[in-house]
């Protein structure tokens, strides 16, 4: 099986600036994609940002041209650096896996168990 663990959410002020670390453990055969959602109270978790094991990424566009995302292959760890927070980035954010691990070879979705980010205004 494969494993996640999100860290450094927490609490910064609107305008400040947070990097999110997600790695994954296991026995990992393949890591084609890595990702993260964010999921405020009442509403839908939603897509932030991805990235692929060819460093092709896509962002959803509230929150292009303030976060970059980055993976480190040798790590099996993805990064979400957030600038210029505002106050609806305010969630719990999900680190997002599709991978695939020795004893299981088909590609799978896996999901961390969330960090949190608040942004006061």
């Known amino acids: 099986q494969v494993q996640l663990v999100e860290s450094g959410g927490g609490l910064v002020q609107t305008g400040g600036s947070l990097r999110l670390s997600c790695a994954a453990s296991?026995?990992?055969?393949?890591?084609?994609?890595m990702g993260w959602y964010r999921q405020a109270p009442g509403k839908q978790r939603e897509f932030v940002a991805i990235?692929?094991?060819?460093?092709?990424?896509n962002y959803a566009d509230f929150v292009k041209d303030r976060f970059t995302i980055s993976r480190d292959n040798a790590k099996n760890t993805v990064y979400l650096q957030m600038d210029s927070l505002k106050p609806e980035d305010t969630a719990v954010y999900y680190c997002n896996a599709v991978a695939s691990s020795y004893s299981d070879m088909d590609d799978k979705s896996y999901w961390g168990q969330g960090t949190q980010v608040t942004v006061s205004s």
């Open positions: 296991g026995s990992i055969f393949r890591l084609p994609a």
């Open positions: 990235i692929g094991s060819d460093s092709v990424a």
